[in-house]
């Protein structure tokens, strides 16, 4: 499927029903929000790669106090993908890595809210439940990766399946998940995992990378401790790397500014297209949903899927 270059110009027009959430993705009687979804697929045929003898026992577990209760999820044995379908696409595609300081997963506030956001606007949603390094698995700091690079490559041979075009499928990661999806667009061709199929053949790169609150260096996440230097992410940008968008609130307790700037110096380094939104206010963790629509910040994803729009109608052009 190929995206029609007026429909990513013009589609932005739509961004007035943003603030609505979408509300097809709805709780259960018991008040969670269902994990996984109906649709959704195995990224593994047997246990996954680097799997210790006993595998972590999974749990999804609701948190916090409304509006901000949400899911999380711990103990990923078997991670998967959830689909989530917009009403009309337009070909577009993009993988949320949701953060939790690689301890649980916001499954909800990063992951299914994405999904929430970015339908209406034509975006096919794939959320990746992804094994958390601190599990017990083996050579743990490779697992992220393992499951990202898999994820990539498994979406793109369905693509048809999906009803999305290929090309276009970008990454969206938060925090922890920010790390991810600098991994995945800086480490795409590591290899990290022996070849399952013929899906495997398939690149891993994003076309595009969404950074929001993110983690860049790997010691932030005990990942560096463990002799995992090139997941410091900024010294591994080059020519090669993505176009890289970048939100980040300047009053951020958990992860300091100095993070997501470094990612931002590095790409300018390496010419390689970025955009960067410091916000003055909007701490850690407000998803795609979270912040007073008073704040600035809160227009994150309306800046994002513009930038998309015009980065892939600039690949198109071009």
């Known amino acids: 499927m190929q995206v029609d270059r007026r429909t990513l110009i013009g ?9 609505v959430a979408q509300d097809a993705i709805a709780q259960d009687a018991t008040g969670m929000t269902p994990w996984p979804p109906r649709e959704h697929f195995r990224l593994w045929p047997k246990q996954p790669p680097n799997s210790p003898r006993r595998l972590p026992t999974p749990a999804n577990e609701m948190s916090g106090q409304p509006p901000r209760r949400e899911l999380h999820l711990r103990g990923v044995a ?81 693509a048809t399946d999906f009803a999305i075009d290929p090309a276009t499928l970008g990454v969206v990661g938060f925090s922890a998940g920010g ?50 230097a090139r997941f410091d992410t900024d010294r591994r940008v080059n020519r090669a790397t993505p176009p890289i968008f970048i939100a980040h609130a300047l009053d951020d307790p958990v992860v300091p500014s100095a993070q997501p700037i470094a990612m931002l110096a590095a790409c300018q380094a390496a010419r390689v297209p970025v955009e960067a939104h410091f916000f003055q206010e909007g701490g850690h963790g407000f998803g795609p949903s979270y912040l007073s629509p008073d704040l600035p910040g809160a227009r994150w994803p309306e800046l994002f899927d513009r930038w998309i729009r015009r980065t892939l109608s600039a690949r198109t052009a071009g």
Do not use: C, H, K
Not at 190 to 209: E, F, G, H, Q, T
């Open 11 to 19: 589609g932005a027009a739509g961004f007035a029903t943003l603030a």
């Open 78 to 158: 078997e991670p998967v993908v959830g689909v989530y379908r917009p009403a009309t696409p337009d070909g577009r595609a993009l993988l949320s890595l949701p953060g939790g300081g690689y301890r649980f997963l916001s499954v909800e506030n990063e992951g299914i809210n994405v999904a929430r956001t970015f339908n209406p606007l034509g975006v096919t949603v794939f959320v990746l439940a992804y094994r958390l390094p601190g599990e017990g698995w083996l050579e743990p700091q490779d697992v992220p990766l393992q499951d990202a690079q898999r994820a990539m490559r498994l979406i793109r041979a369905r």
């Open 179 to 228: 790390l991810l999806a600098a991994s995945i667009a800086t480490a795409y061709a590591d290899p990290v995992y022996d070849r399952i199929d013929a899906s495997d053949d398939l690149p891993a790169r994003p076309a595009y990378a969404g950074l929001v609150y993110p983690v860049i260096a790997g010691d932030m996440m005990r990942v560096g401790a463990l002799g995992a």
